[in-house]
């Protein structure tokens, strides 16, 4: 009775043991795809902040300039155009300043009207060069622009800074992927290396493969689905007290979608690497076996 007891209690600390090594391991992963995510998220939003100041000619009118606004809004990667007249200019310039331009200059405006430009934020770091190239060299085909101003140190430092960022990502993501793999893989073999004698014993009377595998498959499919629950729980209690204590907004409906697919991919590779390595370690018994 007692070795019954005793052999329960292994086989629940067993089970258990192996639930909380794939929860640990899908928390911090997890939590490494919500920072890939949000940086990805920062970055695209720090690319269409950057305003491109398009200068027109002095003699260009309200309709030409609207004109080419409308031009310049058909372009695939332009986001958004703003139009700014000369006395508009003006009076941003002298609400700057506190002070009327115009009456210090007896009335004359030295200012040209503008179109401010944001572009369409791109998902390859090598793009960003490229398509402010393409824009500029664009717009100064038209006969009523001037010139295209915007700060090109800011621009190089976000291609550096977002090119960098993501290769980084990308290995750590890659690296602690691995490391999962490798985790799990040998907490579910040490659990079904416990399971020896019952491989064994229905090995012996004849039983087949699948047959074998079946119960632990599916058991496998359950450890990467509880593991993965728990460990999103954890991770979005981290993020909820981290949120709330940073007074960040983690939280705006227009993330959810990424969340969505972020806690998909979770429980797919939670799921995946406790199938596989289950699969792996039964059949490996298996054949040691019938050798």
């Known amino acids: 009775m007692k070795n019954k007891r005793h052999g329960k209690i292994r086989l629940w600390a067993g089970r258990t043991s192996t639930i909380f090594s794939i929860m640990?391991?899908?928390?911090?992963?997890?939590?490494?795809?919500?920072?890939?995510?949000?940086?990805?998220?920062?970055?695209?939003?720090?690319?269409?902040?950057?305003?491109?100041?398009?200068?027109?000619?002095?003699?260009?009118?309200?309709?030409?300039?609207?004109?080419?606004?409308?031009?310049?809004?058909?372009m695939e990667y332009v986001k958004a155009v703003d139009y700014i007249s000369a006395d508009e200019a003006a009076r941003l310039f002298s609400t700057e300043l506190d002070e009327d331009i115009l009456t210090l200059l007896d009335?004359?405006?030295?200012?040209?009207?503008?179109?401010?430009?944001?572009?369409?934020?791109?998902?390859?770091?090598?793009?960003?060069?490229?398509?402010?190239?393409?824009?500029?060299?664009?717009?100064?085909?038209?006969?009523?622009?001037?010139?295209?101003?915007?700060?090109?140190?800011m621009l190089n430092d976000l291609n550096e800074i977002f090119y960098k960022l993501s290769w980084f990502l990308v290995i750590f993501v890659v690296l602690l992927l691995c490391v999962s793999i490798a985790l799990i893989g040998t907490t579910i073999r040490i659990a079904i290396y416990s399971n020896r004698?019952?491989?064994?014993?229905?090995?012996?009377v004849g039983?087949?493969?699948?047959?074998?595998?079946?119960?632990?498959?599916?058991?496998?499919?359950?450890?990467?689905?509880?593991?993965?629950?728990?460990g999103m729980l954890l991770m979005w209690v981290a993020i909820y007290v981290f949120n709330k204590q940073f007074h960040l907004a983690l939280f705006h409906p227009r993330y959810f979608m990424g969340y969505i697919i972020l806690v998909t991919v979770v429980y797919i590779v939670g799921i995946a690497i406790s199938f596989l390595s289950t699969y792996i370690s039964v059949h490996h018994h298996i054949r040691r076996k019938e050798d």
């Open 207 to 230: 039983a087949k493969m699948g047959f074998i595998t079946r119960p632990f498959l599916w058991r496998s499919i359950i450890y990467g689905f509880l593991g993965a629950t728990l």
């Open 197 to 204: 004698n019952t491989i064994r014993t229905m090995s012996m």
């Open 107 to 153: 009335s004359v405006n030295p200012l040209y009207p503008t179109l401010m430009v944001t572009l369409k934020a791109t998902s390859k770091p090598s793009q960003i060069a490229s398509q402010r190239q393409n824009f500029e060299k664009e717009v100064k085909e038209y006969a009523c622009v001037d010139g295209v101003t915007y700060h090109e140190s």
């Open 24 to 74: 640990l391991v899908l928390f911090v992963f997890g939590l490494l795809l919500f920072v890939e995510y949000h940086s990805y998220k920062a970055t695209h939003e720090m690319q269409e902040r950057i305003a491109y100041q398009v200068d027109l000619n002095p003699e260009t009118t309200e309709e030409e300039a609207l004109s080419l606004r409308e031009e310049l809004l058909e």
